[in-house]
């Protein structure tokens, strides 16, 4: 953790939560102490141990500045398996993606929309833990979607990138983003159906392509949200 994240209005952390070890075990903070800290999706400042007893760690936050701002940057990103789905959601966080969109494909497993990631809210740790990562506040905005045609809708971007080696042409390298919201697509493990390629390239995406080499999904999501926010000047 490069800052550790409470939500407003928190000033009491249990001995059992990982950021009560954290502080404790990995920074070795004591009575009087003060860490770098923040709120989430807002200020970021420095906390002071006011107390440690067998109820927790008690708290009071002096904020600085706001450290919340994420980039005009959305991912949509087919559900892929858990286990990699978890890197993707850490990872995007960490590259300040301001918004995640998670449909599912029709090429995909339409069961991991019932994995534990989701119906116990483990993602919500997840974003939280890239966040501070990253020595931020903002928490990517994520939401799930039913298919591409809820993703697309869900979009509203300026510019509109499908990321694809079937039809992909213009290299995602050589774009000029400067100043735009842009979405970038990515597929599942086994691409994009040649339906959903229709119903992408009908609401006006931009087919564009990274290369020849065919990438896993957690691989293609972090090098186009790279490239793509390179080509948007903040990289």
Not at 150 to 172: C, F, M, Q, R
Request: charged content about 25%; proline content about 3%; overall charge negative.
């Amino acid at each position: 953790m490069n800052i550790v994240l409470f939500r407003e209005g928190e000033t009491m952390v249990s001995l059992s939560d990982e950021r009560a070890s954290h502080i404790l075990k990995v920074l070795r903070m004591k009575e009087g102490d003060s860490f770098h800290a923040g709120i989430i999706n807002s200020m970021e400042g420095m906390m002071r141990i006011e107390r440690i007893s067998d109820d927790g760690i008690e708290l009071l936050f002096s904020p600085e500045k706001d450290s919340s701002a994420l980039y005009p940057l959305t991912l949509i990103c087919a559900q892929v398996r858990p286990i990699c789905m978890r890197r993707i959601l850490r990872e995007a966080v960490s590259l300040g993606v301001g918004r995640m969109i998670l449909p599912v494909s029709d090429l995909g497993e339409k069961s991991y929309l019932n994995a534990s990631l989701y119906k116990d809210g483990e993602y919500r740790d997840i974003l939280l833990d890239g966040a501070m990562q990253a020595g931020k506040t903002g928490v990517t905005d994520t939401v799930l979607a039913s298919g591409v045609e809820e993703a697309i809708k869900l979009a509203g971007s300026d510019t509109l990138l499908l990321l694809d080696n079937v039809i992909g042409a213009v290299p995602l390298s050589e774009m000029d983003l400067r100043g735009k919201s842009v979405a970038v697509a990515i597929g599942p493990e086994r691409g994009w159906s040649e339906r959903e390629r229709r119903v992408f390239l009908d609401s006006g995406f931009i087919p564009a392509i990274m290369g020849s080499r065919i990438l896993r999904t957690e691989t293609a999501a972090v090098a186009s949200v790279a490239l793509a926010l390179s080509r948007m000047g903040y990289l």
